[in-house]
């Protein structure tokens, strides 16, 4: 099974976000489904259960506190050829939590990539080019207040995030595991 760590939208942000794709830039047939967008802090792959112990016995004693996030640009990799939200100015907790979690992770022998860390939400897969610069200028805030441990899973109607276990964010403490 594959995994990562990340944040969920709220449904009122996907809808909003999608309104907004829809108006502001070209149909993609490849375009990610709302109910897929959230923002990936690291990505495990595989992990046996050993490994997911230690992480998240790792998580359950890290105090996580809130923080919020302006999706106000676009981005384009050509290589993996996805098209995504982004944030010009990266809170510094999104780059904390980045920072704890893949030590966490590396603690807990899975073996991640290391780039910098650059939160998106994934818009389109499969993008053939960089679109032209949208019709709308992009102005989402989103707050943060959950870490999540998703699972990627595929099925004959495409991929889909289920959530494994979320930690519940605390401005005054540790976070609360659900």
Same mark, same amino acid.
């Given at each position: 099974?594959? +995994? ?12 909003? *976000?999608? %309104?907004?794709? $829809?108006?502001?830039?070209?149909? +993609?047939? =490849?375009?990610? #489904? ?9 990505? @495990?792959?595989?992990? /046996? /259960?050993?490994?997911? !112990?230690?992480?998240?016995? /790792?998580?359950?004693? +890290? ?17 993996? &050829?996805?098209?995504? @939200?982004?944030?010009?100015?990266? !809170? =510094? ?21 290391? &780039?910098? +860390?650059?939160?998106? *939400?994934?818009?389109? &897969? ?10 709308? $200028?992009?102005?989402? %805030? *989103? ?10 899973? =595929? ?8 959530? &494994?276990?979320?930690?519940?964010? /605390? ?5 609360? #595991?659900?």
């Amino acid at each position: 099974m594959r +995994y990562f760590l990340g944040f969920d939208l709220s449904a009122k942000s996907k809808l909003a *976000i999608e %309104a907004w794709r $829809e108006k502001a830039l070209p149909h +993609y047939d =490849s375009a990610v #489904p709302a109910r897929n967008f959230h923002i990936t802090s690291v990505f @495990l792959g595989q992990v /046996n /259960n050993h490994q997911m !112990d230690a992480l998240c016995s /790792n998580i359950d004693n +890290y105090e996580i506190r809130p923080f919020s996030l302006t999706f106000d640009t676009l981005g384009f990799w050509s290589k993996p &050829r996805i098209l995504w @939200l982004g944030t010009t100015h990266t !809170d =510094s907790a999104a780059i904390a939590i980045n920072k704890q979690l893949s030590d966490f992770s590396k603690q807990a022998g899975i073996t991640i990539q290391t &780039r910098p +860390y650059v939160p998106h *939400i994934t818009l389109i &897969r499969k993008a053939k080019d960089n679109p032209p610069a949208a019709l709308i $200028e992009p102005q989402f %805030a *989103i707050k943060v207040d959950k870490l999540h441990l998703f699972e990627s899973v =595929s099925g004959k109607q495409g991929v889909h995030y289920p959530i &494994r276990q979320t930690w519940t964010m /605390n401005p005054f403490g540790r976070p609360s #595991p659900r």
